[in-house]
Every structure is written in C-alpha cells, then in structure tokens.
Nanobody, 119 residues
C-alpha cells in the first residue's frame, strides 16, 4: 500500500521557521516529481512548491519564493519543505503529493499536516 505521510507541522510565531517532511512508503518515488500544496480555511488548495525526481529542478509559488525551500532525499524516499519567515498568511494544512510522469497528475497524496502561524 502506497502511503505519503507528512510531519513537522505545528504552531509557530510570525517570523519563525518550520521544516515539513513527507515520507513515502509502499513504492519508491525517486523518479517522480513531488509537490507540496496547502489549503487554508475556506480557500481552494494551492500549489506551493515542486521538485523534480533528481532534485535538480524546483518551482515555487510566487508567495513563497525566497522563503521556502523544497528538497528531497531519494535514499530515504522523503521530501522536505523548509519554511522560513513564516507569516499568518501561511497558515494552512500542508499536503505532499507525488506526480505521475506519464499523466503529470498528482495521483498520490498525504493526509496533510497543520501549520499555524500566530501574529
């Protein structure tokens, strides 16, 4: 059974940092791009960051550029999201997802981890 499990969320003050992890099990995703998404209360889920299978290419939403860094350790089948200079606007449930190389759809999703930034 394929699983993506996020961890590392929590409550942090504005200006603080958190590091999210997404551990995959059931199969390897070393060839798959991986992404982070987030959903704030009463808002649509939005893209945050994406990393290629090799880790050599990354993309970010404009709202997090310069503050968030996505990385991966394929030996551990784990993807990370380092979040710095957090603001209350970053409060959301954060999800990781694996992207199919063939369809380019994100077809595996984690259960999410809550990030709350207090002002």
């Amino acid at each position: 059974q394929v699983q993506l499990v996020e961890s590392g969320g929590g409550l942090v003050q504005a200006g603080g940092s958190l590091r999210l992890s997404c551990a995959a099990s059931g199969r390897t995703f070393s060839n798959n791009p991986m992404g982070w998404f987030r959903q704030a209360p009463e808002k649509e889920r939005e893209f945050v960051a994406r990393i290629s299978g090799s880790g050599g290419s990354t993309d970010y939403a404009e709202s997090v550029k310069g503050r968030f860094t996505i990385s991966r350790d394929n030996a551990k089948n784990t993807v990370y999201l380092q979040m710095n200079s957090l603001s209350p606007e970053d409060t959301a449930v954060y999800y990781c997802a694996a992207q199919s190389i063939a369809s380019r759809r994100y077809n595996y999703w984690g259960q999410g981890t809550q990030v709350t930034v207090s002002s």
